[in-house]
């Protein structure tokens, strides 16, 4: 069984839009297109200058010479226990939060969300969202607001990581300092807020209430909803959370590192662990697609020098192909687990579950947008 059509079509479908509000007049359409497009042009422009200065023979050579039968072999089952540990972390984080799901069908939601997540990241996200309202009962701002938090945390891991690459990673690491410091700042300022939160962010918004006109009040009301479960967790959840999200690190660590030596690129393990994290941040941030061209530009950055027996541009060209065969190896290795299981995850209700979290998103969208005379504010 292959999936329809994406959570956000279906939302289109069982709510058109009306009036004012709708998707269809003026700035909304050409404002998603953009969103849509920009991530592609990222991803372009990015593996342009990442595949720079190669020539296409040098780029032919180093892949010939990888074993890339082996390779695949090893990701199939390195994608499985991708996937294992991904639901772990989630299970335990879910279980923090007072969510009791049973690991076997939040595999199952999991695994399937990675074919959404693929097609469109966001449709991926709320697949897991509607899930949770439907199986754990509980609103789907809650359910919205717990995935942020296990988001955040798996971005906080990798800048931790990237942080021991930015004091011990040498003079390339250091290259880091200004974002990390930047991240350390905001860290602390996190951490005070969950520490001693405004009164704004310890009052629950009212569900029942109507929608805020005002800017400051939305975005008021916006904070108060993301950020009531992370002080419901507060720094000892945030600490957990970070500990079993460690699993899935260390598989995603292995598994790149398998293939850096398939590349005949020689970088110490402990090298890589410090360098690794700062190429999967990169490439975790939405501004292209899969990580597109921007994780090849890192990987190329901190790796090229480790490409053994080779130098200038066919050490570049080693590392390049590594770096574009992971994300194809990974992008497809997504595809055909998510699509394995999403038959049981559309008899989980995984589809319905994207579609009315998709249409809630949308409605809560044209609320805020809307002025109280009901036109676009």
């Known amino acids: 069984m292959t999936l329809k059509v994406t959570a956000s079509a279906q939302a289109e479908a069982n709510h058109p839009p009306s009036g004012g509000t709708s998707r269809s007049s003026g700035q909304p359409p050409r404002r998603h297109a953009l969103r849509r497009l920009l991530p592609i042009l990222v991803a372009i422009l990015a593996l342009v200058y990442a595949v720079r200065g190669i020539p296409l023979h040098e780029l032919q050579s180093a892949m010939s010479r990888a074993p890339l039968g082996l390779l695949l072999l090893v990701s199939a089952g390195m994608a499985v226990l991708n996937c294992s540990v991904d639901t772990l972390a989630m299970f335990y984080v879910f279980r923090g939060f007072g969510l009791q799901l049973r690991y076997v069908e939040l595999y ?77 700042v905001g860290l602390c300022v996190y951490a005070a807020l969950l520490r001693w939160p405004p009164r704004f962010l310890r009052q629950p918004a009212d569900p029942t209430a109507s929608a805020p006109t005002g800017l400051l009040p939305r975005l008021l009301r916006l904070a108060s909803k993301v950020f009531a479960p992370l002080v419901e967790a507060g720094l000892r959840g945030h600490v957990r959370a970070l500990i079993v999200r460690l699993p899935h690190l260390f598989v ?40 597109l061209g921007t994780a090849q530009v890192v990987a190329k950055y901190y790796f090229t020098d480790f490409a053994v027996g080779l130098t200038g541009e066919a050490a570049e060209a080693a590392v390049f192909a590594y770096s574009l065969s992971m994300t194809a190896i990974s992008t497809a290795s997504n595809l055909i687990l998510g699509l394995a299981f999403l038959p049981a995850g559309s008899r989980l209700g995984l589809e319905a579950a994207a579609a009315e979290a998709a249409a809630a998103e949308e409605t809560e969208e044209t609320r805020d947008s809307t002025s109280p005379d009901g036109t676009a504010g």
Do not use: D
Not at 254 to 282: D, E, K, N, Q, T
């Open 108 to 184: 199952t939601i999991r695994a399937a969300t990675y074919t959404l997540a693929v097609i469109n990241y966001h449709a991926g996200q709320l697949g897991i969202i509607g899930f949770l309202h439907r199986a754990a009962k509980i609103p789907l701002s809650r359910a919205g607001a717990i995935v942020l938090f296990i988001m955040g945390v798996w971005v906080a891991l990798l800048m931790i990581f990237a942080t021991f690459g930015a004091v011990l990673g040498g003079e390339k690491g250091r290259a880091l300092l200004p974002v990390l410091a930047l991240f350390a």
């Open 252 to 291: 995603l660590l292995l598994w790149h590192f398998i293939a850096l030596r398939c590349f005949g690129i020689s970088v110490p393990f402990h090298v890589a662990m410090l360098y690794l994290p700062v190429v999967f941040a990169v490439a975790a941030l939405p501004i292209s697609v899969q990580g």
